[in-house]
């Protein structure tokens, strides 16, 4: 697999007749390895080990309605209190994060209401704060180590 634009993290692997698949700690499972599933394994790994976020306050690949369409998001950070910290949006290495990457986190956010945003494709990542009261995303060069 391509190397992403992440600190170096340690994997665990499988191969089951041809096909390999990697353990998502979050979910406690082997999982297909695809493009996508690579960046969002370490965005994983970069939640734990770089921002410190407890595992269990870490939700991956969950369904949400969005107008009545079923969806599923790649990643939630909880705070401590069941409200919504962080939505990240994973693509693959090779999807350009453009203006409908941004517009699809933030349907998502319409029924989620994070505080932060974060969107990647493994070599590019971009961190927003929410400003619901102007009803616009703030981009950071960072999201928080800790949660408040």
Same mark, same amino acid.
């Given at each position: ?49 770089? $921002?410190?976020?407890? $595992?269990?306050?870490? !939700? ?30 994973? $693509? @693959? ?12 986190? @933030?349907?998502? !956010?319409?029924?989620?209401? @994070? ?5 990647? !494709? ?27």
């Amino acid at each position: 697999m391509l190397a992403l634009n992440f600190n170096p993290y340690s994997f665990r692997f499988r191969n089951t007749d041809g096909r390999v698949s990697i353990f998502c700690e979050t979910r406690r499972k082997f999982v297909v390895l695809t493009p996508e599933e690579w960046v969002r394994q370490h965005v994983v790994q970069f939640l734990l080990q770089d $921002k410190k976020y407890p $595992k269990s306050l870490i !939700n991956v690949e969950k369904l949400l309605k969005v107008n009545g369409l079923s969806k599923r998001y790649d990643a939630v950070v909880f705070n401590p209190d069941g409200s919504i910290f962080l939505l990240v949006e994973c $693509k @693959a290495p090779e999807v350009t994060i453009n203006q409908q990457t941004f517009d699809q986190i @933030a349907r998502y !956010n319409i029924e989620m209401n @994070a505080r932060y945003l974060m969107v990647t !494709n493994g070599l590019s990542h971009y961190f927003c704060s929410m400003d619901y009261e102007k009803k616009r995303y703030i981009f950071l060069k960072e999201i928080p180590v800790q949660q408040p």
